[in-house]
């Protein structure tokens, strides 16, 4: 009876502990995020930081998934519809209000220390802000910058790069003059969103911000000024003819064949032009915020950040800030900033923040400060089409800049 009583305890004792080793001391939780694929952080870098963040809590799971950029949005409206999906995403500086306005992220306002509110670069806030809350923090920043050629500059007499736009066209005019460059200067200009980056930037520049309907605050009349600008640039025959039809890449193939004098483009034309070892002008490329506007400004700068929100839906949004909170904190951002320019104000005078970059970091310094964003709206897809086709329509004749103006807000409203 003893020795029956015996094995019969022993028995249930294995099964309490096979059923001890299947269940943890602490429940695991899972998260799943998206992300860009081919970011400025590499996906390589990604799962990198996503493991140190498992490593310092071991009791979480993420999965990753990486998409297109023109698939991002689609993907997160497509998994909050149907009731599955990411509890983190990454998103464009141009949905917070459309993401608020359908309830696709959470308001995280509440969360966000002083710390964060102080340190964090005020432009960057612009990335994830709508409507005086906020939908997560801001994570890749990036903005346009002015591009110049140093050595034509100096062929042409020139002893530093443009601080207005009015001084743009005079020194790209003196390199026509002298036969260096018959168009010293190349624009993105096709119909597609970078249009409407380039037209935010000149509106920055003379003084304007824009209201969510598309028109303009601060300086009235800077949405009409940055258009005569566009067009008097590309009648001047300064600007390189194939300007109208250019995206971001054609722009940054002309400038490093040694084509243009200027360009306005995104920040990895600064790293890639410099060293790709096709660049016809690596060595020669000088980088500066864009330029102000005379009576105006000093500088300007277009949002084209991305931010790291929580979604709605999230059966875990405490472990989803965690997430954020890590990928986003000044030793992660630091470590990676040979990719990205950090959000924190601060990380712009750590040595690993600036070797080798000094330039780009410099620019950035001032230009990731003070940069707008476009049109915060839930209704963007929209006005960002009729910004597109009436900047067009001036460039090509079609319309007077006033007349285009007036049919886009026509549209946004």
């Given amino acids: 009876m003893v020795k029956r009583r015996t094995t019969l305890t022993t028995l249930l004792g294995l099964i309490f502990l096979a ?10 939780t899972r998260l ?12 390589a870098e990604i799962r990198a ?13 993420v999965t990753l998934d990486f998409a297109p950029y023109e698939d991002l ?13 990411y509890d983190v995403v990454v998103f464009d500086a141009i949905w917070p209000a459309e993401y608020a306005d359908r309830q696709i992220l959470l308001d995280v306002t509440a969360r966000i220390t002083p710390e964060m509110r102080a340190g964090i670069l005020p432009g960057a806030w612009t990335t994830v802000d709508y409507a005086g809350h906020s939908y997560g923090l801001p994570w890749l920043l990036d903005t346009k910058y002015l591009f110049y050629n140093k050595q034509i500059l100096a062929r042409a007499g020139i002893p530093a790069p443009p601080a207005t736009w009015e001084a743009l066209l005079e020194q790209a005019r003196i390199i026509a003059d002298k ?20 037209f935010t930037t000149l509106v920055a520049a003379f003084g304007g911000r824009f209201a969510p309907d598309g028109t303009t605050t601060g300086n009235p009349g800077a949405a ?14 300064l600007a390189h003819p194939g300007s109208i039809g250019f995206q971001d890449e054609d722009v940054r193939r002309v400038f490093e064949s040694g084509q243009a004098a200027f360009a306005l483009n995104w920040s990895y034309m600064y790293r890639l032009s410099n060293n790709h070892r096709d660049s016809g002008v690596a060595g020669s490329v000088g980088i500066a915020p864009a330029p102000g506007a005379v009576g105006h400004s000093l500088s300007a700068a277009v949002n084209g950040s991305m931010g790291l929100g929580i979604t709605a ?32 104000a601060a990380s712009y005078d750590d040595p690993a923040v600036t070797t080798g970059q000094r330039a780009l ?53």
């Fill in 32 to 43: 799943r995020a998206l992300f860009m694929e081919g970011s400025a952080y590499g996906d």
């Fill in 224 to 237: 009409g000024e940055a258009l005569r600008y566009m067009v008097e640039s590309h009648a001047s025959g």
């Fill in 179 to 198: 036969g260096i460059l018959d168009h010293p200067v190349v624009w993105g200009w096709a119909g597609t969103e970078g249009i409407v980056c380039d």
């Fill in 19 to 28: 059923t001890w080793a299947a269940f943890p001391l602490h429940a695991e």
């Fill in 313 to 344: 839906r999230s059966p875990n949004p405490d472990a989803a800030w965690d997430y954020v909170a890590f990928l986003t904190n000044p030793a992660e951002q630091n470590a990676q900033a040979q990719s990205s320019l950090p959000v924190w």
């Fill in 361 to 413: 970091v410099d620019a950035g310094r001032i230009a990731l400060r003070d940069m707008i964003p476009r049109p915060a709206t839930p209704r963007y897809q929209g006005l960002s089409e009729a910004l597109q086709t009436a900047i067009r329509d001036a460039l090509l004749g079609r319309a007077t800049p006033e007349e285009a103006l007036a049919a886009a807000a026509a549209i946004g409203n």
């Fill in 49 to 61: 930081m996503t493991g140190r963040f498992t490593a310092a809590h071991p009791e979480m799971r």
């Fill in 73 to 85: 949005r689609d993907l997160t409206l497509g998994a909050t519809d149907s009731g599955t999906g």
